[in-house]
C-alpha cells in the first residue's frame, strides 16, 4: 500500500493565489494612488466636486508611490485596470477552489468557542507575548479573523466599489448605487478599503517577520510540511 | 528613516520599471487591449442599452463644474456668444443621405427629452443635472445614416492647446435614447462653461465623451482618418480609453 501524500501546510492553489494576489494589491494600489492624484478629494452620496463638500482632502501622493513613476491619469487607469482582472478572477477562482478542496470549511471557519470573549483575550495575549503555537488547528482565531475578513469582505468590497465607479456598470447594475449609497460614497468605500488593506498587510509582515520569517516564506512558495 | 528610503527604492523600482515596460511592445498592446476587454465583460455582463440612472430634482448639485474648455477664445465663438448665438448652425454631415444644418430654434423645436443624471469625470468628481434637448437618434432618422457609417463624430467649437476638440460614439451609444443634444440646463440655456450652446450627453460614458460647444454632426465608417485616428481630442493625446464607460 502506497503512503497517502503527506498533507502540506499550505495547498498549491493557496500559494498561486497568495502570491498573484500580493503582486496584483500592490499594482493596484499604487496605480490607484496615481489616479487620486487627479481628484485628491473624497465626498459621500453620489455627487461631489467642491472643496466644500469633501469629508477629506487628500496629500498628493509622491512619484516613488503611484504607477506610473510621473502624473499620468491615462496610464494609471490603464495600468490598474489591467490588473483589475487577474486581482477580480483569481479571487474569484480561489473562492471556488477553496470551497473544493475544503481549505475554508477545514482552516478558515471558526466555532461558536472560538467567539467568547476569553478566548479572545487568551489568543490576544499569546500573540503580544509572540508565543504563535497553535494547537492541531492551521490558524488561531486572530488569523481566521483577520484572514476571513480580508478575502470575505474586504477583497469583494473593492471590486464592487470598483465597478460602482463605473458609469456603464451603474446602468446596467443600479443596485451598486444603492448598496453603497451614490457614486462618490462608492469612490470613498474604494479608498478606505485600500488603506485597511495596506494596514493589514503591515500587520501581516511584521507577524511574519516575528514568528520565523524564513520558514513562514519558504512554507508559502513550497507548500512546507 | 532606512526603512522609509528603502520603502521609497522599492516604490520608485515599481513606478519606473512599470513607465519602461509601457513603453516596450507587449506591455503596451496588452495596455491598449484592456479596453476591448472591458467593454466585451460590460458586453457580458449587461446591455449597452440599459438606461443611466435618473434623478430627482432634489437631487441636483447646487453648481455644476466646468471642466476642461470652459471660456473658449476664439474670436468666431466669441462673436456667436455675443450674438446670443443667433446664427449658430448644427451640421450633420457624411454619411448620411440628407445633410442637415440646424439653427437653435431648429434644435428646439424637435421633440424634447429631459433628463436628471449623474455626469462622472474621468479625474474622479462627479456632479447631478437636469439637460434637455432632442435625442440624437431622431436627428440622426431625419438625416438618414446610412448602412456603411459605424461611428458619429462630435465637431466642437473650442481648441484646446492648439487643436480642435472633437468626440466620437459607436451606433449603439448614438442612438440610445438618453444620448440627447442638450441646449439647457436646470431649466436654463447652456452656460458657457458647460458647453453653450449645444453640447451632447452620453450618459453612461465619462465626461469627456460628452463633446460642448458642439458644431457638428458627422456619421463615418472608420475614426482613421478623423484627427489622430483614436476617436477623440484625449483618446489621441494622452490615451484615455476611446469607450469611457468605465
Known sequence: ?225 | MKRRSLLAGAGAFLATGCSKLAETGPVSSLLSSVEDWNRGLHDLLGRRTALAREFSSEDISPVFRGNGTTDPQDAAYKAHLAANFALWRLGVTGLVSTPLSLSLDDVRALPQRTQITRHDCVEGWSAIGQWTGPQLAHILEMAGVKPEARFIIFHCADMLNGSAYYESVDLVDAFHPQTIIAHSLNGEPLPVKNGAPLRMRIERQLGYKHAKYLTGIEAVASLADVGAGKGGYWEDRTGYQWYAGI
Open chain 1, 1 to 225: 500500500m502506497t503512503k497517502p501524500a503527506p498533507q502540506r501546510k499550505h495547498a498549491l492553489p493557496t500559494r498561486l493565489w497568495h502570491w498573484l494576489n500580493a503582486a496584483c494589491l500592490i499594482g493596484l494600489f499604487m496605480s490607484g494612488l496615481g489616479i487620486s492624484n487627479a481628484h485628491p478629494r473624497l465626498y459621500w452620496g453620489d455627487y461631489g466636486f467642491d472643496r466644500a463638500d469633501a469629508w477629506l482632502h487628500l496629500v498628493r501622493f509622491p512619484n516613488w508611490m503611484t504607477i506610473p513613476g510621473h502624473y499620468s491619469l491615462a496610464e494609471a487607469r490603464l495600468w490598474h485596470l489591467l490588473i483589475a482582472w487577474p486581482f477580480a478572477f483569481g479571487l474569484l477562482l480561489f473562492m471556488v477552489v477553496s470551497l473544493v478542496n475544503h481549505h475554508f470549511i477545514r482552516d478558515l471557519v471558526t466555532r461558536p468557542r472560538e467567539w467568547r470573549w476569553s478566548a479572545i483575550k487568551a489568543d490576544i495575549v499569546k500573540h503580544l507575548r509572540l508565543d504563535f503555537r497553535h494547537e492541531g488547528v492551521k490558524f488561531n482565531f486572530l488569523q481566521k479573523a483577520s484572514y476571513g475578513a480580508v478575502i470575505f469582505i474586504l477583497l469583494p468590497l473593492m471590486i464592487f466599489t470598483g465597478l460602482a465607479m463605473s458609469p456603464g456598470m451603474d446602468a446596467n447594475w443600479p443596485w451598486l448605487l444603492d448598496i453603497f449609497f451614490g457614486r462618490q460614497s462608492a469612490r470613498s468605500i474604494h479608498f478606505l478599503c485600500a488603506w485597511t488593506l495596506v494596514c493589514f498587510l503591515a500587520v501581516h509582515l511584521v507577524l511574519v517577520l516575528l514568528s520565523g520569517p524564513i520558514g513562514q516564506i519558504r512554507d508559502m512558495i513550497t507548500g512546507g510540511t
